[in-house]
């Protein structure tokens, strides 16, 4: 640990206040966007800069951090992460859900059932929802002091008018303790229904936009919806290659250029617990061969 | 006259006990009505409870004007202490302050005197820090709101006490609003402007 180069967990003081405030109203007001004085990182722009510094604010020398990207513990931005905050902070790392305090997440949800001692902290791209629909900011934001979302509305109608059914697939539009329409961040909409009374308190921190917004554990969280069109999930109707679960979210996986593919989990943590409890896949090495070299 | 030496020290470690404190706020706001230990240690102005200080240190700067309320300005000690520690602006317009600090709840000033944001910005608002007699014992009250499972129960003796109904303010006025915490000793409890009074009170 380079403890003399920097602060603990990186960010200096003054920033860390400045940041731990706005989380404090963020949790006050859930879904709302707090702006904050989004600092620069040693990482670029959508590299998870906003999750980042929300975890560098609330990060102590107990927690465990987890860090996922898409799911996946072994992907380059997660492993970064880990190693950013293993060096800055010398926090323990893993990758179990159930043993993380802190779990800094790209677009995903883990499988597991987060519990109360948690905190999930999402790293988001474009934290305002109506961005797409209305650019100007003073538009948005009056949108939502005046808790206007019509035009969310219309936008998914005229998903249903050219495709017969709610298109949206990632990033589908929630609104939280039915006041404020909130981005999820690019999660698979597969993904929201464990957002709603969730037992983990859930933080979102946009680096480049320089937002944070939060919900609070036990909220309600509901996905916007029509009577006719209620909301779906949606995952492909395959059970994972590696592990056989038929309840988690799978990636597709192209495994040669004759159409061939294969669907797994993309929470690589659940599909790996999976295959140490014994379950097996179609495309399963078998037991214990690639662990017989550990 | 008091000096500089005079004054109560800070955070021993003011890095990791700021962290922990804050922790503590954090998980106090996620979980109203929840009561929230604060075990960083720091000197204390003889207004002030322990957890006030630690919260003023982790969370006052520059940045957030404070307003002092009769109980904490009786004495200039906490003014002093406050613009030594964290350099916070001490201001008399309780309106534009970031945080307000009462010691004295008894004559707690009108909720509306505070700063509730605006409907575009309702973050710009005051948060109210309120030392009482007791978060153990007293009357009986069940909150419920995001952030609570069904319902939370709170004993807590707190002036004024009518403080439920004059929050009743931030229903109406959501998602502008006052958060409060309330601070006995060393334990916290938060009760964020989304909470509500579901019994008792």
Known sequence: MNAPAYNFAYLDEQTKRMIRRAILKAIAIPGYQVPFASREMPMPYGWGTGGVQVTAAILGPDDVLKVIDQGSDDTTNAISIRKFFGKTAGVATTTSTTDATVIQTRHRIPEAPLHAGQVLVYQVPIPEPLRFLEPRETETRRMHALGEYGLMHVKLYEDIARFG?????????????ARY????????????????????????????EKRIYAIPPHTDVVSLDFEDHPFTRYRFDAPCALCGAGDSYLDEIVTDDKGGRMFVCSDTDYCE?????????????APHKERAHV | MTTVAELPAGFADKVLSAQSTFRSVMDAMARPGSVQRIVSAAGTPSA??????????????HDTPVWLDGGMSATPEVAKWLKFHTSAPVVSDSSIASFALAGDPENLLSLDRFAFGSNEYPDRSTTLILQVESLTDG????????????????????QPQDLFERLAINAALFPRGIDVVLVHDDAIVAIPRTTRLARGG
């Not at chain 2, 200080?53 to 006052?60: D, K």
């Open chain 1, 165 to 177: 059914h709610i298109a949206t697939s990632y990033a589908y539009p929630v609104k939280v303790n």
């Open chain 2, 139 to 158: 009357p009986f009250v069940e909150l419920q709101g995001p952030g609570i499972n069904g319902t939370a129960a709170l004993r807590a003796s707190i």
């Open chain 2, 48 to 61: 002030m409870m322990r957890g006030t200080a630690a919260i003023a240190l982790t969370l006052f700067d």
């Open chain 1, 181 to 208: 329409v909130m981005d999820p961040s690019p999660t698979p909409k597969f993904d929201n229904p464990k957002m709603d009374n969730c037992p983990a308190l859930q933080l979102f921190g946009a680096g480049r």
């Open chain 1, 273 to 285: 617990q999976r295959q140490q409890a014994g379950h097996r896949g179609s495309e399963s090495a």
